[in-house]
């Protein structure tokens, strides 16, 4: 029975996994304030000399995608072997869970607030300074994130087209023979989606801890902490385990309805109307001025924030885009682009919009003064997001909710990272992973970020992802390449 097994699995990717995670967590671990100082430096300059090719480069992967999709190329539909085909809702609830994870409702109360710190000088137009600070994130989380999340499903889709042998790897995509240019390329693969994991879990098992601790009316401790990652790992391990069909697709479909009526909660109990006139008021805004977010260059925000969410986006593009392939048989590209597009932003939006504009009120009301909390260290996000859900009516239920909701979006991304790894550990994207083989991923993935919260590194790990994300510039050049090169071949046949 191994002897079957392991005739069908990549061993390269295997072993590259394996290396990377433990290289990654040993240079972090062994000194975690030099190697964060020494990362943060390197990020500094890179972000930098590259600040102009992220934030142009970024919008014009957005205008490509736009273009493939409404072009007839749109209609070449993606047929793959072995992969079952999914419902709409489904389909969309699979693909918005993949590639948002516990982050979203982490950043949607508080990501306002540095921005409102950096841009409120004395000198500053309040009013102007709140849009930005409400239109920042929706920017940043929404049409121009997802387009990068999209490029790698799509040329995955093409190439898979052609080739239904073809590994779900870099390697795999640009048909590399190679040995070298094969490690090298799938080093990058891997690599990067493990710096994005890490990074996401480093900052996920602290809230829901945070969650629990305010729940049970507990002091958070290691203890709290490890019951926590014990909680989640179980959860995403089992739905790996399972699979697409038995575990993550019903995992999904449930936290979509949990996730609606939870925001509809927040809605309706918070301040309704408030929420309403600056949610619309901030679309407005974003749409008028979202060619000046995307191509300013040279401020605190576009080099600290934008360039950095750009390099987080395609350090976990890989792991999402191989995801969305997986799961979307039987569509056609321009399904593809357009409802990641539309799916991810308009959930990532509404989320932004009704969270942020919760805590902006109760700063305007002088309720919660979160932009000082943060800015004199008074308090951490994790217990500042915590104390704005718990100044509702009916806070306990809804924090309650709120965990829940945190749990299991942090399940669903790293199941599906999981589920992943697995696929492209397989010498064929047809070859589906065993089950054992995607449990094991799921253990090492949260081995990593739950060394870095106890013992501290998640900072260091934020800049490696980021510096990953540079030879990530050249791969994408090579994937919208790919694309063009594979709509052709497909056309023309």
Sequence with gaps: MYNKISSEWNKTVVLLTIVLSLFLSIYVLTDPLGSALTLSSIYNTLSTMFESTYMYGSFIVLIFLLFIALSRYGEIQVILENKEIYSFISWGSMLFAAGIGAALLYWATVEWIDYYNILNTPLADKKEVMLYSRAYPLFHWSFTAWAIYCLPAVAFALALTINKNSKLTFSGIFNINNKILEILFDALFIGAILCGAGVGLGLSFPLISTIFSKIFSIERSAYLDIFTILVCLSIFSTSAYLGIQKGIKRLSNFNMVLVILF?????????????????????????????????ATGTTISKDWSVFYWAWWMALAPMVGAFIVNISNGKTIRQIILGTILIGSIGCILSMSILSNLSISLFEENILNSPELISKGLMSREDLIVETISTLSFSYPLLIAFGIICIIFLSTTYDSTSYILAAASMKSSNIESSGKLRLIFAFLLVIQPSLLMFIGGVDSFKWIMVIFSVPLIFIYLLLMTSVIKNVYRITKS
């Design 263 to 295: 925001l509809i909660s927040i809605l309706l109990l918070g301040p309704t109307k408030y929420i309403l006139i600056h949610s619309i008021e901030s679309y407005g805004f974003l749409i008028k001025k979202y060619p000046e977010l995307s191509f």
